[in-house]
């Protein structure tokens, strides 16, 4: 097996470049234009994302299996970079597009557009985080990879972040600032991913023998350390994710002005940034298990302490911003690494590692997290009668906070309950290895 390249790790972070700028704006912006732009009702979106999210539960795990069973000159993940960036290029701007229409088929047309921006996503998010598994079979290296693109994917989600309402302000009617904004996205995100997929390599492969589909659902629930990896990152993007489909809802009418959410941006930028660069000692010197019951413990505490402090001094709210976004940027590096983990010890355990399909348990519970969240703030702002673009009373503006701030802290301290169990210590989690590589170097 030829040894990964240095200059690989950088390709494959630069592919996280377009693929965090268009989850930045899907993810933090997509509620709130449905909502004051495109007009469309909190029922329905409700309905939207709980539907997208049934599919997703089917979706996503076969396009893991079809990633594994996938042959090509390219291997089995990068072709799909390729044959992924333009429809998730077509359906973000689609997304983005406010036809003209009548009532009933503009509902269509955002469900048909949102469930295939949905599909397309996934069409390349699975590859991208399953790459570094097969890019080198060293855990210490893989984990150099995982860091260095979430560092970058925390630094593109922050920029994107921050960049969304600068471009929209910019215009004079948000729709077109928006449409704007995801054509931008959209080319940058074609260019970034055909870097990655023309710039990197596959090298471990799986054991040849005939695939085994039962085998490899039996990989997902009797593997348990993936189990209680996924139900640690359901809490844990849970917190984040409400955080982020709040940021424009809380900067703008909260914190009383809409250019207060580049500021939030901001600081979720450099908090992630900061998160995910003190991940790589933190798991040398505590190893992986330690360090993520301690970034889940600190998400609950800091979340709390937030909570308390309340909203009425912007200094304050923004250095709680920064804080939690330390965990976030610290919990997604630890989930990236640790379900890579988790494919290792069902090569052990199972013989079959099965990279695609494991991996789309995350991209799976990513993407729930996401629906579940918006979930809460559509159902939140049906029960509070919210009306856009008005003042809002005290009691929606401190709704608003609890949804910042209290509701997370509860989703981490479950979250680090669940954790407690996880059977990956240091000390087994070396010994996994070292059985790994004797078994690979008797193959």
Known sequence: MNEMAKKEQAMHALGGIGHNLIYALFSGYLLIFYTDVFQLSPKFLTVLFLVARIWDA?????????????HSKMGRYRIWLLRAAPVIAISLILCFYVPNLSAGLAYVYAFVTYILLGMSFTAADIPYWTLPS????????????????????????????????????????????????????????????????????????????????KLALTT?????????????????NLAFQLKVGMNTYYGTYTLGDYNTVTLLSAMLLVGMLIGAGIVPKLIKTQGQKKAMLITLLAGAVFSAVYWIAGYKS???????????????????????????????????KFGQ?????????????????????????????EFIHYIPNVEQTTEVKQTFHNLMSLIPALFYLVGFLIFLTYPLTKEKFAEMEEKLKEKREKT
Do not use: H
């Open 314 to 348: 912007l200094p304050v709210v923004l250095v709680f911003s920064v804080l939690t976004s330390i965990v976030v940027g610290a919990f997604t590096v630890l989930i990236n690494s640790m379900t890579a983990d988790t494919i290792d010890y069902a090569e052990l």
């Open 220 to 236: 997902l629930f009797q593997n348990k350390p993936l189990l209680i990896v996924m139900g640690a990152s359901v809490f844990g």
């Open 58 to 70: 089917i979706n996503d795990p076969m396009m893991g299996v079809i990633c594994d069973r996938t």
């Open 353 to 381: 590692r099965n990279e695609g399909i494991i991996t789309s348990t995350r991209t799976f519970i990513t993407k729930l997290a996401t629906a579940v969240a918006g979930v809460i703030v559509t159902l939140t702002l």
């Open 134 to 213: 097969v890019m080198t079979g060293d855990a210490e290296k893989r984990n150099n990879v995982f860091s260095s693109s979430s560092i970058v994917a925390s630094l593109a989600s922050g920029v994107g972040a921050v960049a969304v309402p600068a471009i929209v302000s910019a215009f004079p009617e948000q729709k077109t600032g928006y449409l704007v904004t995801a054509i931008i996205f959209a080319v940058i995100g074609i260019i970034t991913y055909s870097v990655t997929a023309l710039n990197t390599q596959e090298r471990v492969e799986p054991e040849r023998k005939e695939y085994s589909l």
